[in-house]
C-alpha cells in the first residue's frame, strides 16, 4: 500500500500522455480505487493504531519472558507449540477483526458519503461509470483491506519475533526456540489463505453494507443493522427459533470450518498447509449463495446509483 | 446534428411536474442562457440532459441517449455544478491526478497553466481553499478537458463580483470557440447577457420565451417614456411598463424604433426587465401597467 502518493504531486506524471482511444476499462477502475484510499485514509490509519498498540503491549510482556520461555520449554511439543505461538496468532486475529470492522463503517459511508457532501455531482460529470465506481468501493474491502491486514500482520510478527529473539539473547537464551516452534513463513501463507477466504465468506456482507449505503439518506449503520435484529426477534417471538440469528453468526464466522481441517480439536490450531482445504472451500454451498448474494446485492448498488444525486 | 435536441421532454416528481412538454434545439456553437424562476425546471432540465435523470420524451445529446449512456456522454461533456461539489477531502493535486486518470480528454498541462494563474496550492485539500478558488480550481479542471459541451448550473452562486467577472472572462477567451456549445442557467441574469448567444425563459416547466440575442436586441426596445406622450405610448402596447424615479418605463415588442424615438428616450433593454415582463405577463398580471412591479416600486418609495 502505497501511502505516500498522498504528498506526492507527481506521483502520476507517468500517466501523462495517452490517446484517448488506448485509455483502457481497467484505468478508471485504477484510479477510483486510488481515489477511495486518498478519501478514507482510516483504510490504514486504524490498523496502524492497533498494530503500534500491539507491537508496544507486547514489548511490556517481554518483560519475564525469558523465566516463561523456560518453563514453557518443559512442556511436551504441540503444548510448547501453543504457548510460543499464541501471542502471534492473537495478533494476527486482532489485525484480521480490526480491518472487518473498518470494511464495515467504509462500505457504511461509501455511497453515503457522496451523496451527502453533494460530490455525487463530481464523480457523474467524469466519465466512470457506475458499475466501474461501485466495484472500486466493493474492492476495497475485498481486496485493498486483506492485502493492508496481511502487510501489517506480517511487519508486527516480525518486530515481535525480533522484541523475542533480542529478550532471550540478553537473558542468554538462543531465540531459535521461537522460530523452531513458530513456522513465520508458512504462517503467513495461512493468513494469506485465511484472509482470502474470509472476504469472500464476507462478501455478502460488504455487499448489503454497500447497498444500504446506497439507498438510505440517513442513519446508514441503523438501516443496516435493524432489519437484522428485527428479524430475529420477529422470529423468536413468533415460532420460538432464532434460526436467522445462527445464519448470521455462521455468516460472520462460519467460514473456518470448510476452509480448515482442525482434525476434529477443540482449540483449532494450524500446524501444516495440509490443513488448508481450499477444494472443500470451493464446494461448499454456503459460500456460493453468499456471492450470489454479494452479486445481487452490488448489481442492485449499481443500479441504485444511477438514479443518485445529492440529498 | 444539433449539439442537443430534445423533443416533449417530460419530467414529473410525484404530483409536480418540473418539465412540461419541454421541445429544445441547441447548435453547435451557442451559449444558450436558459432563465427562469426557482423551482421552474432548470436544474431537472440540465440533469436530464446530463443522464443524471430519467425522463420521458425525446432527448439525445450529441447523438446519445443521456440516460443510457452517461459515462459515453460524459467523455464529450462537462458540467459545474455550483460551487460546492469538489469534494472537501481532496487535494489539489489529487484531483488532477484522478481526472487525467479517468478521462482521455483531459490536458493536464492546461489545467496546470490555468492554476499558474491563480494562488491555488498543490498541496492544498479543497476545504482549505476559498469558495473562489474552488470555483477557479473546477473551472481549471474543466477547461482543460476538451468537450464538445459544457453545462454550468448556477455556475458563480456564491461567488463575490471579482470571480464572477472573472470565471466568464476566462470561459469566454480561454476556453470557447465556436465547435463548443455552452449551457448555463444564473439568476445573475446581467452578467451574462453580453456572453449568450441564445435566450431561453422557462417556467413551471415551459418554455416561455425563446430568442437569439441577435433577435432580443432587434425585437425589443425600452424607452423612457415623456409624460406628455405616455397615452400615445400606451396605445403602441409595451408588454410591460414600470415606474422609475417617477416616469414611466415601457418595453415594446416588434414596435419600430423610430417611432419610439419620438416618444422618449430608447434603450437597449436588459434580459432581467425581459424576464420580470414575461414572466409577469404569465402569471396573469393585468397590463399595461404591471400591477406587481408598481406596487413593489410604490411600497419602496413610500
Known sequence: ?311 | MATIEARGLRKAYGTTIALDGVDLRVEEGRILGLIGPNGAGKTTALNAILGLTSYQGELKVLGLDPWAAREQLMRDVSFIADVAVLPRWIRVSQALDYVAGVHPRFDRAKAEGFLEKTTIKRTSKVRELSKGMVAQLHLALVMAIDAKLLVLDEPTLGLDILFRKQFYDSLLNDYFDRSRTIVVTTHQVEEVQDVLTDLMFIDRGRIALECSMEEFDSRYVEVMVNPEHLAAARALNPIHERPVFGRSVMLFDHVDRQQLATLGEVRRPSIADLFVAVMGNQAGVAQPPSHKATARQGGATT
Not at chain 1, 125 to 153: E, G, R
Open chain 1, 1 to 311: 500500500m502505497n501511502t505516500q502518493s498522498n504528498t506526492v504531486p507527481e506521483s502520476s506524471s507517468d500517466s501523462q500522455p495517452i490517446a484517448p482511444a488506448a485509455m483502457s476499462t481497467t484505468r478508471p477502475l485504477y484510479w477510483s480505487v486510488r481515489r477511495e484510499v486518498w478519501e478514507n485514509r482510516s483504510l490504514y490509519i486504524v490498523p496502524l493504531i492497533v498494530a503500534a498498540v500491539q507491537v508496544f503491549g507486547f514489548a511490556i510482556t517481554t518483560i519475564g519472558l525469558a523465566d516463561r520461555r523456560r518453563a514453557v520449554l518443559l512442556l511436551d511439543p504441540e503444548h510448547q507449540r501453543a504457548a510460543i505461538e499464541q501471542p502471534y496468532d492473537l495478533a494476527a486475529a486482532m489485525m484480521i477483526f480490526t480491518v472487518f470492522i473498518v470494511g464495515v463503517f467504509y462500505c457504511l459511508d461509501a455511497l453515503h458519503g457522496e451523496r451527502r457532501d453533494r460530490s455525487i455531482l463530481f464523480w457523474k460529470s467524469l466519465p466512470v461509470s457506475d458499475l466501474t465506481t461501485v466495484l472500486s468501493k466493493a474492492i476495497i474491502p475485498l481486496v485493498v483491506l486483506p492485502l493492508i491486514a496481511i502487510a501489517i500482520i506480517v511487519c508486527v510478527q516480525l518486530v515481535m519475533v525480533l522484541e523475542t529473539g533480542v529478550v532471550l539473547i540478553f537473558h542468554g537464551m538462543s531465540p531459535a526456540t521461537t522460530w523452531a516452534h513458530f513456522p513465520v513463513f508458512q504462517n503467513w501463507l495461512v493468513l494469506l489463505y485465511a484472509l482470502a477466504a474470509l472476504a469472500l465468506w464476507h462478501a455478502p456482507i460488504y455487499g448489503w453494507l454497500l447497498l444500504v449505503s446506497g439507498w438510505v439518506r440517513r442513519a446508514t449503520f441503523l438501516w443496516a443493522v435493524l432489519p437484522i435484529i428485527a428479524i430475529q426477534i420477529f422470529e423468536r417471538i413468533t415460532f420460538g427459533t432464532s434460526y436467522f440469528g445462527a445464519f448470521v453468526k455462521h455468516r460472520l464466522m462460519g467460514f473456518a470450518p470448510d476452509a480448515f481441517d482442525f482434525h476434529g480439536r477443540h482449540n483449532p490450531t494450524i500446524d501444516s498447509l495440509a490443513q488448508l482445504t481450499p477444494g472443500r472451500y470451493l464446494s461448499t454451498p454456503g459460500l456460493w449463495i453468499g456471492l450470489l448474494f454479494a452479486v445481487a446485492f452490488l448489481a442492485l448498488t449499481i443500479r441504485l446509483r444511477r438514479y443518485r444525486g445529492p440529498i
